[in-house]
């Protein structure tokens, strides 16, 4: 087990060293997400999807990855509105010393 000193002296206690300390795990872990996601929108093309609405009502459900956009767009929303509600929601920074 790898280990660092908590700032850089020799006769402090070791700090363990975590998986994603090392940029190395996190660049793994961001290039298997995104095979994860090729392979999804891939399969896309392939496993045959049920429909929520009848034929033709809402067509664009049908188009393949709709619901990778569909969820991406929700996502990005969402965190648009977080943060517009967070200049009418934020209290001073000295709020709980009054």
């Known amino acids: ?3 660092k000193t908590n700032d850089g002296r020799n006769n402090q206690v070791p700090e363990k060293v975590h998986i994603f300390d090392r940029p190395k795990n996190v660049k793994r872990v961001i290039w298997s997400l995104y095979f994860i996601c090729g392979v999804l929108f891939l ?16 067509s664009a459900e049908g188009w393949i990855g709709y619901y990778a956009v569909y969820g991406w767009v929700a996502c990005v929303l969402l965190v648009l509105t977080a943060k517009q509600m967070r200049k009418i929601l934020m209290r ?3 709020y709980y010393e009054r």
Do not use: C, N, P, W
């Not at 399969?43 to 809402?58: I, K, Q």
């Open 92 to 94: 001073k920074e000295d």
């Open 43 to 58: 399969l896309d093309l392939f496993v045959h999807r049920h429909h929520s609405f009848a034929e033709g009502v809402f």
């Open 1 to 3: 087990m790898e280990t």
